[in-house]
């Protein structure tokens, strides 16, 4: 079945430091990738729509320049949480549409540690 | 309120229980999914249903449409099937990819 692959799983960084997220579709072309954040026992938040080739759709309240997202190509989406503070720490986790008819596959989520 | 609400939110049983989970939405939906987030974080699709029911397993998800609920069943449950499960709706707006998550059920089967 379709696969996103995500790296890395954890990262623990200090504060004022940049750390990048990535996400992989490994056998099938993403042209659409979802980023969410999750705290602790609440669900998930999505943070922003990424689309091949154009500039991310946020949403209300995520601040775009904190949160960098990159959907270069069809395989790769990558998020760059800039200049961490301690209240970035969260559950990161992608996800991409495999067409209306098919539904999602997620990737495995990065936890981050802001210190 | 939010526009998709999940009941319980927290469920212990024992193995071998017959387990339900439902889900209401206030929106009109093109489908429903049925998310599992086990403790590591991963989410696994366990099902997208727009009308009607499907199985897996011993997964069962029924929809009803004009009732705007759902339920997510698991027959003779097992200290495996201990997760998170997601209730997500997506909207009716053409081309609109986003869900719309509720709150999660979390699930704990005692052996």
């Known amino acids: 079945g379709a696969v996103v692959s995500q790296h890395p799983s954890w990262v623990i960084c200090k504060s004022g430091t940049s750390v990048k997220i990535e996400c992989r579709s490994l056998?099938?072309?993403?042209?659409?990738m979802f980023w969410y954040r999750q705290f602790p026992k609440q669900s998930l938040m999505l943070m922003a729509t990424?689309?091949?080739?154009?500039?991310?759709?946020?949403e209300q309240g995520v601040e775009k320049d904190k949160f960098l997202i990159n959907h270069a190509s069809l395989t790769l989406s990558t998020l760059t949480v800039t200049s961490a503070h301690p209240e970035d720490s969260s559950f990161y986790i992608c996800s991409a549409s495999l067409g209306s008819h098919y539904g999602y596959t997620f990737g495995s989520g990065t936890r981050l540690t802001v210190v | 309120k939010n526009e998709v609400e999940q009941s319980p939110q927290n469920l212990t049983a024992q193995e071998g229980e017959f387990i339900t989970i439902n889900c209401s939405y206030s929106v009109g939906i093109s489908a429903l999914h049925w998310l599992q987030q086990h403790p590591g974080g991963g989410i696994v699709s366990l099902f997208m249903?727009?009308?009607g029911k499907k199985k897996h397993g011993r997964l069962i998800a029924t929809i009803n449409i004009q009732e705007k609920h759902s339920s997510l069943h698991i027959t003779a449950s097992h200290p495996r099937d201990s997760a998170v499960y997601i209730c997500?709706?997506?909207?009716?707006?053409?081309?609109?990819?986003?869900?719309?998550f509720g709150q999660g059920t979390r699930l704990t089967i005692n052996p």
């Open positions: 249903l727009s009308s």
């Open positions: 990424s689309n091949e080739g154009s500039k991310a759709t946020y």
């Open positions: 056998d099938f072309q993403a042209t659409t």
């Open positions: 997500a709706v997506r909207g009716l707006i053409q081309g609109a990819q986003k869900l719309v």
